[in-house]
């Protein structure tokens, strides 16, 4: 397993009975984790002091109860600066065991010796991206959620990398990719945190057991003759680490590179465990 073990401001504090006690920053956050399938005693004072709690509805969906928590902060990772906010589905804004696999690429672009060029796909507030740039890469960073797009330039302002070159584009990925495909343009590197099921800027479903495969076919066509890497990230039970390896190499297999893919995690500092946080599918030459 590939752990994000890395962090100062992140932390799984403890999980049980379906939720995970998790630090950001300063603050205590209780949300649902589907793999949390375990009873333990929920001892740590956290679990009685949290600032907030997202509740599971049994009908789908839930909603936030909050005690004491601001509108928005951020935490830091390194050079990093993320903006934080609970929004819906549970979510904050950031996936922290992605750290990961930003410390792994960011590694392969420092030591590449030549500019390097990364597109990423279903892009998101950026973690990727600012990691990219940070690192010396120019990134095209796609997603289909204009508000998203803005979040990630945020968080691109605050890790200093105003000017970095990051250009940023609201449009639906696949449709994206076909487009740079006939453009004749090309990268030494891709990104994509593809989710399980979405939608596009003009109602395009997208579902991930279906659209993934096509897509990373389309994406090949893309690369340069030397690619420095690919990573594919699922946070979908159905397409286990065998199927991105097995996958990567129907398609990626002619590089020659190195193909390996795991599930990524993160510690939890209670009790020394790692929690399961879906799977990442790496090439790299």
């Known amino acids: 397993m590939w752990i994000a073990?890395?962090?100062?401001?992140?932390?799984?504090?403890?999980?049980?009975?379906?939720?995970?006690?998790?630090?950001?920053?300063?603050?205590?956050?209780?949300?649902?984790?589907?793999?949390?399938?375990?009873?333990?005693?929920?001892?740590?004072?956290?679990?009685?002091?949290?600032?907030?709690?997202?509740?599971?509805?049994?009908?789908?969906?839930?909603?936030?109860?909050?005690?004491?928590?601001?509108?928005?902060?951020?935490?830091?990772?390194?050079?990093?600066?993320?903006?934080?906010?609970?929004f819906s589905f549970k979510h904050t804004g950031l996936f922290p065991e992605q750290a990961a696999n930003w410390d792994?690429?960011?590694?392969?672009?420092?030591?590449?010796?030549?500019?390097?060029k990364v597109l990423n796909l279903f892009a998101y507030t950026g973690g990727a991206t600012?990691?990219?740039?940070?690192?010396?890469?120019?990134?095209?960073?796609?997603?289909?959620?204009?508000?998203?797009?803005?979040?990630?330039?945020?968080?691109?302002?605050?890790?200093?990398?105003?000017?970095?070159?990051?250009?940023?584009?609201?449009?639906?990925?696949?449709?994206?990719?076909?487009?740079?495909?006939?453009?004749?343009?090309?990268?030494?590197?891709?990104?994509?945190?593809?989710?399980?099921?979405g939608r596009g800027p003009k109602g395009e479903i997208w579902k991930i057991e279906d659209a993934i495969y096509p897509l990373v076919q389309l994406c090949g066509q893309l690369l340069t003759d030397e690619p420095l890497f690919f990573l594919i990230n699922s946070y979908t039970t159905g397409l286990q680490p065998a199927v991105l390896s097995y996958m990567m190499h129907t398609v990626l297999g002619k590089y020659h590179g190195t193909i390996a893919a795991d599930e990524i995690g993160l510690p939890v500092s209670s009790n020394g465990l790692v929690l399961p946080c879906g799977a990442s599918g790496r090439f790299s030459l």
């Open 130 to 197: 600012i990691a990219a740039a940070a690192a010396g890469a120019s990134v095209t960073h796609v997603d289909a959620s204009k508000g998203m797009v803005t979040w990630a330039k945020e968080n691109a302002v605050s890790s200093g990398l105003k000017d970095a070159p990051i250009r940023w584009i609201v449009d639906d990925c696949v449709k994206f990719v076909e487009r740079e495909i006939r453009r004749g343009n090309h990268y030494d590197a891709i990104i994509m945190d593809p989710p399980s099921y």
């Open 104 to 116: 792994w690429f960011s590694e392969k672009i420092r030591t590449a010796g030549r500019p390097v």
């Open 5 to 86: 073990n890395n962090w100062n401001d992140y932390e799984v504090i403890d999980c049980s009975k379906g939720e995970k006690l998790e630090r950001w920053g300063d603050y205590l956050l209780v949300r649902p984790d589907p793999q949390v399938i375990w009873d333990t005693p929920k001892t740590h004072k956290g679990w009685r002091k949290m600032n907030g709690h997202y509740h599971r509805s049994a009908k789908g969906g839930g909603e936030w109860e909050f005690f004491d928590l601001p509108e928005q902060w951020t935490i830091h990772y390194g050079a990093l600066t993320f903006h934080l906010k609970p």
